[in-house]
């Protein structure tokens, strides 16, 4: 059973900072291998990725021009579930927040 009060608070809190601090550590960790991998590769292999990574962008330019309902549509179908997920969050929530006030005012 849930226990709740001073010490749950701060136990919950550690976790989320935890969460964080390990979310930004593996951020730093990736941005600097990525840096080293870069800083690795001669001149003509950063000209290719870059040539590469331009015609990517202009392919996905070109995509959105030609066919914007096809990408509404596929936002839309893709949209639907972070929806349906974030309407669930919302309302789990909701229920926490009320159990949390009862628990308080009672």
């Known amino acids: 059973m849930y226990s709740f009060g001073p010490s749950s608070d701060v136990t919950f ?5 935890t969460k964080e601090f390990m979310e930004r550590e593996f951020e730093d960790h ?31 330019e070109n995509q959105l021009d030609s066919s ?19 309407q669930k969050e919302i309302e789990e929530l909701r229920t926490e927040n009320s159990r949390l006030k009862e628990l308080l005012y009672s």
Do not use: F, T
């Not at 990736?30 to 870069?38: A, M």
């Open 30 to 60: 990736y941005n600097q291998i990525r840096i080293n991998d870069l800083k690795d590769m001669s001149k003509s292999e950063l000209v290719d990725k870059l040539l590469n990574m331009e015609k990517q962008a202009q392919d996905l």
């Open 68 to 86: 914007p309902d096809r990408l509404v549509k596929s936002l839309q179908h893709s949209g639907n579930g972070m929806i349906q997920s974030l």
């Open 13 to 17: 809190c550690q976790d989320i900072e």
